[in-house]
């Protein structure tokens, strides 16, 4: 889900908005790659840290999933501005 800032009158509404399966993947790719780079100052190849962002992906522990959660957790607080949007 994206959140769009949208303004009404004088203050600025966040509105959830679905992502199509293109952008959905977009999105997970971009995070993984993200995820990535916090070894950069190590010296540690990046193939290599692509490759255990990858399997913590798959072990459930990255933290992927925390902005997924957060993300989802604003969507979720703010979904009921999507009928006030007309």
């Not at 009404?8 to 993200?34: C, F, H």
């Not at 798959?58 to 607080?77: P, T």
């Amino acid at each position: 889900m994206r959140i769009l800032s949208l303004r009404k009158r004088s203050k600025v509404v966040l509105t959830p908005l679905a992502l199509d399966e293109r952008q959905r993947t977009r999105q997970g790719i971009v995070w993984l790659l993200k995820a990535a780079e916090r070894g950069r100052k190590s010296g540690v190849p990046r193939e290599q840290r692509v490759a255990r962002e990858v399997l913590a992906i798959l072990e459930g522990n990255s933290d992927v999933f925390k902005w997924l959660e957060e993300r989802h957790k604003v969507g979720m607080a703010n979904r009921s501005n999507l009928n006030a949007r007309s």
